[in-house]
């Protein structure tokens, strides 16, 4: 195997890449295999078989099974499938494996190249508690509240009970081996403790096999702030300037910007260094993330460090001019950074919006259905992240996420116009998604504003969103109904022979009332 | 003629070609011109172009930035509404049932905690009264809109 010219003499040199992932992410990493000149390997379970990330990589190879025990989270076949193909290294993405220091011990055990952080790193910052503790060590300021990890849900409640009432409320729930907003629970009133306690630990028993959870203090009205960081293996580290992702519901993201709306120049240079900071804590190598909450009067805390790709990485990219992945790959070769602090800039403004297959009028549950329209928004600065393509559909099987919608401009008021103008071009029929909600969120004035609280859904829409009614729209229905308009001539088979299939010759019809 | 529900629950009936149509049984114009072109899926309304899909008994119109589902409706105005049951909303599993038949519940009482996309979702009565059936078990797979609990309502 011979790797491109640009890894010549690199200390741990790569030439194909398997992507332990699946969706937009693996899709992403593949991307960039291709411009660098590596080959690229998927994996892929029985519900993926055809998706849009098992056809972007070079190769693929199936992994059989009905539980993600069995593919995505299979250490076993995912290394038994890089041998295979004769890939050299793993990409782990974001989710599944990728925070599991097994994996990475696996991965480096079979003589592979780990693209990502070691071990150790991940388990000091994957526990919640040992993070915390480093932090405090490294001088990073750390949430007040206090620590009560609870390994056992039968014996704990009375525990629990006293720890919370020392706590105070409100207080979050939060699995110790979290992430995703999954296993976390906001608690505002000490009737609701078990129950909420008893869904967090099931949620995290469930999500990622270890249900221990504990308590803190729900700040509110504050900020989700989070710092990139990027460290080599030769102990050069820097940070890529902030995100703010305080949008959010159910704890999960749903809108980041880049910069943040508020930091001050002072304030941000402190972040970044309170940032690398705790990398440095760590041994850190690679991309990483350094969540803050800011709270209103301009205090930051720790939240926790993800030793992985965020989901959001884009928008830093957009005003950096960084492109991750290629870094990440870099450094897990055992290049150097190839710049320092003082040569990063922020330009412009980024904003990313997670399109999520989930009805917002309705609790935000998710939506199943064919994604039978997928016609993404196009034009300068806007970038689409997504692992489905038009025909494919949002199934039960994986996160509801389809894409992720990016704009880049000079400003943050062209970048949120932009966004708002892409959300409403985007044609997405066939399942129920946020996206009219999202535009929704760029055209209200407390986000123009850059009043973005992690309760801005809350506060600015108490009663719940409800989609505009449109007295055009049952027209527009009618006349397709009426003309048959639909691609799929099964559909229009109604009974009674209603509707007559799509007329290809028909090339101008005219309906005047 | 054409009969839709929009997600709002208003009942139309439109005739293309036709000056009026009703709404919830109101007479209102149909003043829009439609232009069709040989591509399917697209139609222009009033010189605006609407991308459009049906998925089942379901038109799905993109118009003026925004997204519109249109249910074709052969039932009439009246036809649908509360059942007085109550439907999963997803496709999931049931974790807990916090209640028994013959049980009295009031409006917004968690009754089911089912699971779908490893999230918990809490299912609460929709009216006040006496449980009259569980059609489900601890542990079942249950498909998005079936009926998961009766309640007999004392409205």
Redesign the interface.
């Known amino acids: 195997m011979v790797g491109p010219d640009w890894m010549e003499g690199a200390p741990r040199p790569i030439s194909k890449i398997l992507v332990a992932n699946r969706g937009e992410i693996a899709c992403r990493v593949f991307r960039s295999c291709a411009e660098l000149g590596l080959g690229s390997v998927a994996i892929y379970s029985e519900a993926d078989r055809g998706s849009l990330h098992q056809q972007t990589a070079d190769e693929s190879v199936f992994l059989p099974g009905d539980n993600l025990s069995d593919t995505y989270l299979n250490i076993e076949a995912i290394l038994a499938a890089a041998e295979e193909t004769g890939a050299d290294a793993i990409h782990p993405g974001y989710g599944f494996l990728s925070e599991r220091s097994s994996f990475a011990n696996a991965v480096k055990g079979a003589g592979l190249v780990w693209i990502g952080p070691s071990a150790h790193a991940i388990d000091e910052m994957g526990d919640k508690i040992s993070a915390r503790r480093a932090m405090v060590t490294a001088g990073v300021p750390v949430i007040p509240g206090e620590e009560l990890p609870l390994e056992n849900p039968d014996d704990m409640v009375d525990e629990l009970v006293r720890a919370a009432t020392r706590v105070g409320y409100p207080l979050l729930l939060k699995a110790s081996a979290g992430g995703g907003g999954k296993g976390m629970r906001m608690v505002h009133e000490p009737r609701n403790l078990q129950r909420e306690y008893a869904a967090a630990s099931r949620e995290a028993a469930t999500s990622f096999g270890d249900g221990t959870v504990y308590v803190e203090r729900l700040l509110e009205k504050s900020r989700h702030i989070e710092v990139q960081v990027l460290t080599d293996t030769l102990g050069n580290a820097v940070h890529l300037f902030e995100r703010e992702c305080s949008i959010q519901r159910r704890h999960q993201k749903v809108v980041e910007e880049a910069p943040s709306p508020v930091l001050d120049a002072i304030t941000r240079e402190q972040m970044g260094e309170a940032a690398v900071n705790a990398a440095k804590a760590v041994d850190y190598e690679g991309a990483g993330t350094v969540e803050f909450l800011l709270s209103e009067d301009g205090e930051f805390h720790f939240l926790e460090m993800n030793t992985r790709l965020q989901v959001e990485h884009p928008i830093t990219e957009c005003i950096s001019g960084v492109d991750l992945v290629v870094e990440q790959i870099r450094v897990a070769a055992g290049l150097p950074l190839p710049f320092t602090q003082s040569d990063l800039t922020i330009r412009g403004h980024a904003i990313e919006v997670r399109i999520y297959a989930e009805d917002p009028s309705n609790n935000f549950l998710p939506a199943i259905g064919p994604l039978a329209m997928f016609r993404p928004p196009t034009g300068p600065g806007i970038r689409l992240d997504t692992g489905v393509r038009e025909g494919d559909a949002a199934s039960i099987d994986f996160d509801p996420m389809l894409a992720k919608l990016v704009v880049h401009a000079p400003d943050r008021d062209s970048a949120i116009r932009r966004m708002k103008r892409a959300c409403e071009d985007f044609v997405l029929l066939g399942v129920t998604t946020n996206l009219g909600f999202l535009s929704d969120i760029m055209g209200h004035p407390a986000y123009h504003a850059g009043e973005t609280t992690t309760d801005f859904i809350d506060v600015n829409w108490p009663e719940g969103w409800s989609p505009e009614i449109s007295d055009v729209a049952p027209f527009v229905a009618a006349a397709s109904e009426h003309y048959g308009l639909s691609r799929k001539a099964t559909t229009i088979e109604t009974e009674g022979g209603r509707g007559s299939p799509f007329n290809p010759f028909l090339s101008l019809r005219r309906s005047f009332p | 003629m ?1 009969e ?1 529900r ?3 629950g ?1 009942h ?1 009936q ?6 009026e ?1 009703t ?1 919830d049984d109101e007479t209102i ?10 591509r ?4 222009w ?2 010189g ?1 172009l ?7 008994d379901d ?12 249910s ?1 409706d052969e039932q009439g105005a009246g036809g649908s509404g509360d059942e007085g049951g109550m439907t999963a ?4 599993k049931i ?1 807990e049932i916090l209640c028994n038949v013959g049980d009295q519940v009031e409006t917004g009482q968690t009754l089911i ?1 089912m ?7 809490r299912i609460a009565a929709n009216g006040s009264g006496t449980i009259a059936e569980i059609h489900y078990d601890i542990g079942d797979q249950v498909d ?1 809109g079936a009926a998961l609990i009766d309640i007999t309502g004392e409205e």
């Open positions: 054409v839709l929009d997600s709002s208003r139309w439109i005739t293309i070609g036709t000056s149509a709404c114009a149909n003043e829009h011109i439609f232009e069709i072109d040989a399917p899926n697209r139609l309304v009033d605006q609407a991308h459009v899909v049906k998925v089942k038109w799905w119109v993109h118009i003026n930035g925004c997204i519109h589902v249109l074709i909303p997803m496709p999931g974790l905690v699971e779908a996309m490893k999230m918990e979702h998005s």
